[in-house]
């Protein structure tokens, strides 16, 4: 001992040590026992400490969605995930939760976790939200969507045609999920900016942007949990990043090219937007009122990675879902074969948009999809500012987080009988659900309120007629895949199948 007292600085490391202990304790206790969420149903551990999350969503690769759902079947449709956050699954509830009328706020330790913080996405406050969404909307519109589609329909034509050409009777692979990629990559880069990359005719349809956007994808448990990582990773010259994370190159590089065409459109080398009917995005924005309001460089460079990013990866991922069940089940294909034969006697010449949305059997394929491939998987977390929120006896302070995962309602076996399998004809004859509602109230893969998704009309489009115009005219065969490449392992803000897939396969009949 006389040694020790000798040594200062080891006084100081045990009695800091001592303080941390008595500091962790003192919070779980706090947690667990004295905390307004005290009261919530949930495991222990979830309620004493935030790391289980990052365990399950970080280390083990986006699994907390699935604690989630145990824990639900365990505790009830009431849970605490972690010591600030409560989950609901009770489908009913969902729309009374996201109503148009709630003026719910996002997370802010969220702002920055994509990189983008200036988009409307990641607007925080309501107020602000609603008066940002006010000025992207109306490009958004049905009837906007409608005047565009003949463009989409071009854009199939294009891709089958590609197929019919390069890959009919070769025995040469096409991954559906690039094709899928490229298609609603050139439509989207088309009406936002007038802008064609023409990613169809990229070699096996691999374009850049989609793999940026995967690869952002696969960084977001990190940036989620870790926000300042994503802070380091922008003060880092973007060389030592490609060194450090390959997969990142691309995600410079999508951002590098956005920021690139809205400073062309800014600085008028780019007046596509003359030689096109459609008001595009970007070109409007530029020339609104909005400019002397604070309209930045970096405000729209943001935005533009916001609506890509959203607007490619999830339309992307519902059309290969629908693509492989089509093809696995044969007896859909028939049924939505014949349906569009006879809807469409020359392929050449495809119905319009609002004509194939008359399809019975296409709409219901369309609905099951969008409802198999879950779009956003993360949960949807807000907080009320302005009051607290009941869920029957349960109370939820103002200003506490709170959530539902389309993911769980999706998959709500007393909403949807077999939820986990791909069947169609659920949606057929205006199916109304036990409670007595329409179905379709219950298909909440665009989200809903003042935040659902700003492109699900253009979504719809693409879904719609890529679908009518490709399995019209196209005949495929899976090769080497089954529902393993497609089935979610992880969430990482949207569903990811296994490591090893290699995507949704075919051959071209
Ligand atoms: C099948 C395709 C799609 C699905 C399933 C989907 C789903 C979603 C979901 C669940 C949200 C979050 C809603 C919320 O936070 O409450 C969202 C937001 C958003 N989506 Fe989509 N989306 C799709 C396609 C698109 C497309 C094609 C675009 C662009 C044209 C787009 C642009 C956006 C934007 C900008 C937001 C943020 C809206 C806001 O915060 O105000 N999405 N989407």
């Avoid at 989609?210 to 300042?228: E, K, V």
């Avoid at 014949?338 to 495809?350: G, H």
Wanted: charged share 20%; glycine share 6%; with cysteine.
């Amino acid at each position: 001992m006389a040694i020790l007292s000798l040594l200062p600085g080891y006084r100081a490391i045990v009695l800091a040590a001592l303080g941390s202990i008595v500091y962790i304790i003192g919070l779980a206790v706090y947690r667990l026992y004295l905390s307004p969420l005290a009261k919530f149903p949930g495991p222990k551990w979830t309620a004493a400490t935030g790391w289980v999350e990052v365990y399950w969503d970080v280390l083990k690769g986006g699994k907390f969605i699935f604690k989630i759902e145990e824990w639900h079947e365990k505790y009830g449709p009431i849970i605490r995930i972690s010591p600030w956050e409560v989950h609901i699954r009770d489908a009913e509830f969902y729309d009374q939760l996201y109503s148009v009328k709630s003026r719910f706020s996002k997370m802010p330790h969220l702002k920055e976790r994509f990189g983008i913080p200036l988009s409307t996405f990641d607007v925080i406050e309501h107020e602000h939200h609603h008066r940002r969404r006010a000025a992207v909307g109306p490009f958004f519109t049905r009837q906007k969507v409608i005047d565009f589609s003949p463009y989409i329909t071009t854009r199939v034509a294009k891709l089958c045609a590609i197929l019919e050409a390069d890959y009919k009777s070769t025995g040469k692979i096409v991954t559906l999920n690039e094709a899928f990629g490229a298609l609603v990559s050139d439509a989207l880069t088309w009406y936002t900016y007038a802008l064609s990359y023409n990613f169809l005719e990229y070699p096996d349809f691999k374009a850049p942007f989609t793999t940026a956007i995967r690869n952002l994808a696969y960084a977001i448990p990190m940036s989620t949990q870790f926000p300042w990582f994503v802070a380091v990773m922008k003060m880092l010259p973007e060389k030592w990043i490609g060194i450090l994370d390959p997969q990142m190159k691309a995600v410079f590089e999508f951002h590098g090219e956005l920021r690139n065409q809205i400073r062309r459109i800014g600085n008028g080398d780019n007046d596509g937007h003359k030689s096109v009917t459609h008001r595009t995005v970007f070109h409007e924005l530029l020339a609104s009122d909005l400019k002397k309001g604070g309209l930045s460089e970096d405000l729209l460079h943001h935005e533009a990675a916001s609506i890509t990013a959203a607007g490619i990866d999830t339309t992307k991922s519902a059309l290969t879902m629908a693509s492989f069940w089509i093809l696995q089940k044969p007896d859909i294909y028939e049924k939505l074969h014949q349906e569009l034969v006879e809807a469409i006697p020359d392929a050449e010449n495809m119905p319009s948009l609002t004509d194939l949305e008359k399809l019975p059997y296409l709409y219901a394929v369309v609905q099951e999809s969008l409802r198999m491939s879950y779009g956003v998987t993360e949960r949807l977390t807000r907080t009320n500012p302005s009051g607290p929120i009941q869920y029957g006896d349960y109370i939820i302070p103002a200003d506490t987080a709170f959530s539902m995962t389309s993911y769980l309602q999706l998959r709500s076996p007393e909403i949807f009988y077999q939820p986990d399998e791909f069947i169609p004809e659920r949606w057929l004859n205006n199916p109304v659900s036990s409670t007595g509602h329409p179905l379709s109230r219950y298909l909440s893969v665009f989200g809903k309120g003042p935040r659902m998704c700003l492109g699900m009309n253009f979504a719809q489009a693409e879904m719609y007629l890529a679908l009518a115009g490709v399995f019209r005219r196209m005949k495929f065969e899976l090769y080497q895949t089954d529902r393993s490449d497609v089935d979610m392992t992880g969430s990482f803000f949207v569903p990811m199948p296994k490591d090893e897939s290699h995507g949704v396969r075919v051959l071209v009949k």
